[in-house]
């Protein structure tokens, strides 16, 4: 018999194929591809096919967004299309968690299937949404589908929002669900909401071992796993590793994951006699009618939100060189400061380009160029930390490029398996030199608060997103412990807020830093 396993994941709520820079755009992905796609190799199969969604779908993208603030729209507004495919089980994702546990129990309760997570446990000690394993049969044949997600969340989340919630290490849990497994069933697929540390040839790191990631220990440190399913990275993965496939379908649907079990009674007991995994490109298809008709007054409520007018730009404040905006600072950049700085009362400010595509501010700002040059739910958090703290950060900040050939490039380090532009952070407030020609850790060589050298042993405090505020990007000078104020509004908001108080801003900078080789 073959068995299909077809899995998407972190599709982060692009429903249609756009990214939401223009009106009518029709990119190669999209969860209306992923429907077309995955019909399409239904029809073609011959054995039994599962289909899986492995977690990071709510929260994402302006869509989705739009939808968690909206009046008239509800979270089963997104999970009406998950059903409309016929997901057969899901797993948590972390950004599941982003917009607070009532908005991520309304979307688990409109699922039509259940959601798998064995490791994140509730206070008596049950999984969060009471399975962490699901057992299918296909005639004489059982399978097991057991659920994980990456055990560090609590990295990133506001502790209110995961209040009473206990994360254990994935291998930990899959080795301690293993034996029950293999009793209960013929093949265990384990779906895991995270990916690989290490390099998937060498074995060599590729990050800090931290448990963010444990998809290479997974397969050569648990017996018994006879496919995995992996996510979280936005890589691209379809391999076999250890004997075991494995698959990693990229981000908004570019991807529907395919792994292929063939069972086969042996000795008695029916097993995995051989696999493949690849991936398709759901570029190829076209849009699901199902599921566009779904979501079309949705789409329409979106694009008009998305061109009303917030304010206007006196000057140019458009990024068209990502890579020069890091180095030389950017009005867009300094914008985003003196909002951060504005909403929370701290005169010290952190904050990243985080990606490549966007555009920053044309002369007209509307609601489109906020949410697509700011892409996370980010709320803002006031650190309380020592001179040195902000001194070791800027250092952390200058690992993110090198010198070659005389000219300052992005660190390949930070671009593989997928590219860390949200890691690299500016700050407005102090002033300082990075020369990049120096030793990590060395690269600071001038750092002034108020015109004066900043004290090392001076407690400051600096206002920067949730994320980098708890420590995410493995800046561990920041934590939870020295959070001192917090917002919880959304930064898309308080960007908005901030226009309607100025609805008229300068595109202007300071050069309160500088990088020199």
């Not at 007018?309 to 140019?316: E, N």
């Not at 709320?379 to 001179?387: H, P, Q």
């Amino acid at each position: 018999m073959e068995i299909k396993l077809l899995a998407t994941s972190d599709m982060h709520g692009y429903i249609l194929p756009t990214n939401y820079g223009e009106r009518n755009m029709n990119l190669p992905f999209g969860t209306a591809k992923v429907a077309s796609t995955i019909k399409h190799i239904k029809k073609e199969a011959n054995g039994p096919v599962v289909t899986i969604d492995n977690g990071d779908f709510i929260q994402g993208s302006p869509l989705s967004y739009f939808v968690n603030k909206s009046e008239k729209y509800r979270v089963n507004d997104l999970t009406q299309v998950i059903n409309a495919i016929g997901y057969d089980l899901g797993v948590l994702g972390n950004h599941e968690f982003n917009y607070g546990m009532d908005y991520l129990k309304q979307a688990v309760s409109s699922y039509q299937h259940n959601i798998l997570c064995a490791n994140i446990l509730k206070e008596d000690g049950t999984p969060i949404f009471d399975k962490a394993y699901e057992i299918k049969a296909f005639g004489d044949v059982k399978v097991a589908f057991l659920g994980v997600t990456t055990q560090y969340i609590p990295n990133w989340e506001q502790p209110a929002t995961i209040k009473g919630l206990t994360f254990k290490g994935v291998v930990e849990t899959v080795k301690e669900y293993m034996p029950l497994l293999k009793k209960e069933a013929d093949v265990v697929v384990v779906v895991y909401h995270g990916g690989f540390e290490r390099d998937l040839q060498t074995g060599e790191p590729t990050e800090l071992i931290t448990g963010e990631n444990e998809g290479y220990a997974l397969v050569h440190e648990v017996e018994g796993i006879d496919a995995l399913i992996t996510g979280h990275q936005h890589r691209v993965i379809a391999q076999e590793l250890n004997g075991v496939p494995v698959v990693q379908p990229g981000q908004r649907g570019e991807y529907v994951g395919e792994i292929s079990l063939q069972v086969e009674k042996v000795n008695g007991k029916y097993i995995v006699t051989s696999s493949s995994a690849k991936l398709h490109p759901t570029g190829e298809f076209s849009t699901d009618d199902e599921i566009m008709q779904l979501v079309h007054e949705l789409q329409v409520d979106v694009e008009e939100w998305l061109d009303q007018p917030a304010g206007k730009v006196v000057g140019d404040m458009t990024i068209t060189n990502p890579h020069e905006a890091r180095l030389k600072e950017h009005p867009y950049i300094e914008f985003i400061q003196r909002v951060q700085m504005d909403a929370t009362g701290a005169d010290i400010s952190g904050t990243a380009l985080f990606n490549n595509e966007g555009r920053g501010f044309n002369p007209i700002i509307t609601m489109r160029d906020i949410i697509t040059n700011y892409i996370y739910p980010n709320t803002l958090a006031v650190v309380r930390m020592s001179g040195q703290d902000l001194k070791d950060a800027i250092e952390q900040t200058a690992q993110y490029f090198i010198v070659e050939d005389g000219e300052i490039k992005f660190n390949p380090v930070y671009m593989l398996p997928k590219p860390q532009y949200y890691n690299y952070d500016m700050f407005e407030g102090v002033e300082y030199t990075i020369n990049f020609s120096k030793p990590l850790g060395s690269r600071v060589v001038e750092l002034c608060y108020k015109g004066e050298p900043l004290n090392m042993d001076a407690t400051i405090d600096v206002v920067t997103n949730q994320y980098r505020a708890v420590g995410g990007g493995n800046y561990t000078m920041y934590g939870p412990e020295k959070i001192v104020k917090e917002v919880q509004i959304d930064m898309t908001e308080l960007i908005a807020d901030y226009l309607k108080k100025y609805p008229t801003i300068e595109a202007t900078v300071n050069h309160n830093y500088k990088v020199t080789l």
